[in-house]
């Protein structure tokens, strides 16, 4: 039988998480002291629990995610329930990348890039906000938003494929952040719909618009009904927007000095290392290349330039008074649009090679090194060594 | 003879003169020969960095240096407060997950809504990372992290213990308020009363101890039973009921009356004990239940009557 690239693509994606539980079964587990966490999983087990807190709605505007996890959650035992949860977000995350890249580059970028996604340690944990926490289900709401977005510039019936990114873009503002992303997508949509789909701007935003209202309105009738509320998002929206000087993030810690840094002290941040590199080889590329008019070129210029706009708007919320950036957990939410500059960066690169179908020693070059840099199976391969050796003390 | 050496060194000069110029114009013509090699050469170089080959190498060194870039950032990333790579698979996480899902329901059976509940804890050792030092310490390094002998003996059950805590979201950590939630350690231990136990009785009418050692839940059980006022002097019960409020206020004094009133009466119940066990790991819960029937009575104003969980009759 006949099997065309792309589905062994979507094979090898399916199966890296499945070989990373089989190295450790621990690899999609949450750290049990990290309490957000946590607290969502109440919400799965008690969706219209009466809660005795004073402001309720607050952890209630993560609605797109308990709605989800809680049916899950009353269908199976709990462990099987997470199992499908994480994996259920984990695909939706790294097949919407590929199918974003397949759609905007090609399957062989594509397949790098989502490869690299699968295998990234910053995606798997959003360090002590684990995987019951918003900012993993929502990165696989905002990639399915991107990808309806790409896909109405190169498919048909582009007003129902506009209807899904805005529907899936309002679940993906469980995580409110993601609302700074918003310019991105639009610009992204600009630079793609220009070249591809020529569809009016103006109607074209409305139906994204009418699908997020649809959205907005589903969950606020299930929070009418299950919290006696019916604007979920009214008291996230509330604490998030401070900024300038009432961000809460000025005031002073429980255990003593503030959140909030200066964007000079957050850029020497470990964890911002891998993204102000990719800034930096955008705006080199872009500077470089954009007098290229090859069509491979333009759009990967066009994924650099997009992720240039999120970072420069991360930048400027950190400058007022936001923590956005020296927040591990904050900088979680730039991974969908930071992999897109990685795929324009990496189909640059590989672009001749690909016309010379030296794909295959590409690919397999990156699946090898992003197995090894994650080191699930480190402890596993050391254990092996020190067994044979006769290393062990115990 | 002057002329004789004169000639002699016009001679000389002249020769050296035409050695020079024949130096300068072999130099030149090797300089240009030079010229135009290193020309062609860089002509050539050129070209061949045009080619389809020499362009595929280079971009190859790209990706190279891609991955590396990839295997540097990814290994500097944190998970928690552990590196990632070294102590990852020791942390039992599946097995921690199991523990808290299994206690979350147990609970939910005496308590749906949690504001009758006071969790006692008794807190891991060595501020809870008792086990994370070990993996994380330099010396450890290139021996085998996850020693089967320390497995379920030094895991650190406080992360378990918040875990359940944070999934139950409407209780604070301690101060009364909805739910309670306080820690045993730093000396602070089971047969110790914690100042302001009385407030959370006012507020609750059980105490969940969570421990993994049998007697310190008879340990704990016994500080329970000291609460009644006939095991206390007058400035005990004043020293643990009032904690940190100041003396004399209106508000000191009307607190103080109603703690003396549930201690003169306060008895209590041993609902339930159950183990929760998932691999190696293991401890306890006992469900402790206060009786002060006529305190109830009198103040109707419990949380638990104000949700309308549970009924008067139902206390």
Redesign the interface.
Known sequence: MHIKNANYNLLILIVIPIIFSIANEDWLFGVPAASDNWINYNFFQDFSNEFITENPTYKFSRISVFAVAYPLHQIFSPITAYYIYTLMFFYMATIGLYMIVKNILNQHVAIITAIVLSCYKFFHTPISFEMMYQNYPCLGYFMLTVLFAVLTTRKENYKLWLFLSGAFFAASLSQILYVNFFPSLALLYYLLNRRYGQHALLPSLMWFTVGAITMTFIFSTISYFAQDIFCYFCSQVQQVFYWGEESRYLGTMRGGGVYWVSVQEALKAPHLRGIIGAAIVSLFAIVFFRKKKDENYMNSLALMGVYLLAFFIQLFWQAWGQILLSYPYMTYNLIPIFFLALAGIYSILIQDLWKNRNIHIIVVLFTLSVFISTQIFYDQFQSSLTFLFGFQEF | MMKKVKIIFNHFVDELKTDLLTVKDELKTDLLTLKDKLKTSLLTLKEEARS?ST??NV??L???L??L???Y?????????YT???N???????D???L??QV?DYL?KFD??F?RLNIWYQAGQKDGVAFANEIIAPESL????????TYGEEI?L???Y?????????STISGGG?GTFTRYNNGNLFDSIPPGVYSYIYHKDMVAIFSNDDKKHQTALNTLKKIHKENLTEEELAKISLGEEPKGSGYAEWKYKIITEIAEEITIEVVDKKSFSSGLMSFKVTIVRFHVPKFYKKHKSL?ALK???VKLEDL
Do not use: W
Request: charged share 20%; hydrophobic share 30%; with cysteine.
């Open positions: 389809p362009k595929n971009r190859l790209g990706v190279f891609c991955i870039m990839l295997v950032f990814n290994t500097q990333f944190i998970r928690y407060h990632y790579q070294f990852y698979p020791c942390q039992y996480l599946k921690s997950h199991i808290i899902t979350y939910k749906p809504h504001n290139g021996k085998p992290r996850c020693r089967k002998f650190n406080t992360e378990i918040h875990g359940v805590f944070g999934s139950r979201y409407f909805d949380n949700s309308g969980a």
